[in-house]
């Protein structure tokens, strides 16, 4: 089966699941099935910048924030804004739009922050981004806690129409996953690997490192936007911390146990760690089974995962996938010496 064979039927079998998902399965398979899009969208785009450029970010949930409130702000209803934002800017409080105008705002204002935040920070190396990049994060939340006027502070924002469905969270993920592949496996992705493997000798050969940084982490932003106005209308209400450190923990968990440098990658761990999750989540409230009675154990599921990360680090420490891909094609393809970048999604 040729290579766009397979995509296509499995374009087809993603369609016929957002379709009759809703109708035919409980609502619980639904709702994992929506975090796991959502969160493919956000940790994919995460490891565009973290896996591809090397350059390890840990301020891609600061990007997560503004776009859940920039889009939450821009659909909550007039009448709610005058209720629970009364004192939000007057051209604000006068408009709303469609949950499509406002993930698409939100995406484009994160970019445009990504820009402005990435220009400086793209110049540093190693640890020293990292804790940069925290720093942003870190301002983010402050920002959003101070600003009542547009978050309501630390309280719940609440009242967000609930837009995030399973087509829309599917159409999303794909788009996602097909935007990133073709940037990551063109001549700018093999200039990206190359600033990430060594940085003096892809200077050495002409690329120019800033602006290749730059723009993978602008690009990573944009889909941090959008997965944060998804997230935003598939929860429906929430707070500043509900985008901090154990957002972050989680996401960048998800992308080492995939394998930083891989978007199928970063897809497989976020169902191995959303799986095994809910199934101990589940667990851990006790459970019986004939005469065997366990009793709950609330804190367990943490610990398991934590022990489950620490096995994959101590023997896969470049994750399941490392810098391979899931290959869509035909494996006789890749037999005839085809490079695994022209040949992956």
């Given at each position: 089966m040729t290579r766009w064979w397979r995509l296509g039927v499995g374009l087809v079998l993603l369609a016929l699941l957002a379709w009759l998902g809703p109708q035919f399965m409980p609502d619980y398979f639904v709702r994992v099935l929506i975090v796991m899009a959502v969160n493919v969208v956000l940790v994919s785009?995460?490891?565009?910048?973290?896996?591809?450029?090397?350059?390890?970010?840990?301020?891609?949930?600061?990007?997560?924030?503004?776009?859940?409130?920039?889009?939450?702000?821009?659909?909550?209803?007039?009448?709610?804004?005058?209720?629970?934002?009364p004192?939000?800017?007057?051209?604000?409080?006068?408009?709303?739009?469609?949950?499509?105008?406002?993930?698409?705002?939100?995406?484009?204002?994160?970019?445009?922050?990504?820009?402005?935040?990435?220009?400086?920070?793209?110049?540093?190396?190693?640890?020293?981004?990292?804790?940069a990049t925290l720093g942003f994060l870190i301002i983010v939340n402050v920002v959003l806690v101070n600003a009542e006027s547009f978050t309501r502070g630390a309280r719940t924002f609440t009242g967000i129409d609930t837009s995030t469905t399973l087509p829309w969270a599917l159409g999303w993920m794909v788009l996602t996953l097909l935007i990133l592949s073709r940037v990551a496996y063109s001549p700018f992705?093999?200039?990206?690997?190359?600033?990430?493997?060594?940085?003096?000798?892809?200077?050495?050969?002409?690329?120019?490192?800033?602006?290749?940084?730059?723009?993978?982490?602008?690009?990573?932003?944009?889909?941090?936007?959008?997965?944060?106005?998804l997230y935003a209308h598939y929860l429906g209400s929430f707070s500043p911390a509900t985008f901090y450190f154990?957002?972050?923990?989680?996401?960048?968990?998800?992308l080492v146990v995939?394998?930083?440098?891989?978007?199928?990658?970063?897809?497989?761990?976020?169902?191995?760690?959303?799986?095994?999750s809910e199934v101990l989540r589940n667990l851990e409230r006790g459970f019986s089974l004939g005469s065997l009675t366990l009793p709950p154990l609330y804190g367990v599921s943490q610990i398991v995962l934590g022990m489950v990360f620490i096995l994959v680090m101590v023997y896969r420490p470049s994750g399941l996938l490392g810098d391979r891909e899931l290959q869509l094609v035909d494996s006789s393809k890749a037999s005839q010496g085809a490079s695994p970048e022209q040949e992956a999604v």
């Open positions: 785009s995460l490891g565009l910048s973290n896996g591809f450029t090397g350059v390890f970010s840990l301020g891609h949930v600061g990007f997560v924030a503004l776009g859940a409130y920039s889009s939450a702000i821009l659909t909550l209803a007039l009448d709610k804004k005058l209720a629970y934002l004192d939000l800017l007057g051209w604000l409080a006068q408009i709303q739009l469609g949950f499509l105008p406002a993930t698409l705002i939100a995406g484009l204002l994160c970019a445009l922050v990504g820009l402005i935040v990435g220009a400086p920070l793209m110049r540093l190396n190693g640890n020293y981004v990292s804790v992705g093999r200039a990206m690997r190359a600033t990430r493997e060594d940085l003096i000798a892809a200077q050495g050969i002409g690329i120019r490192v800033l602006p290749t940084r730059l723009m993978a982490f602008i690009i990573g932003a944009f889909f941090a936007g959008v997965g944060g106005a154990a957002l972050m923990v989680t996401q960048l968990a998800m995939g394998g930083q440098g891989s978007l199928t990658g970063a897809a497989v761990g976020v169902v191995l760690v959303t799986l095994l």
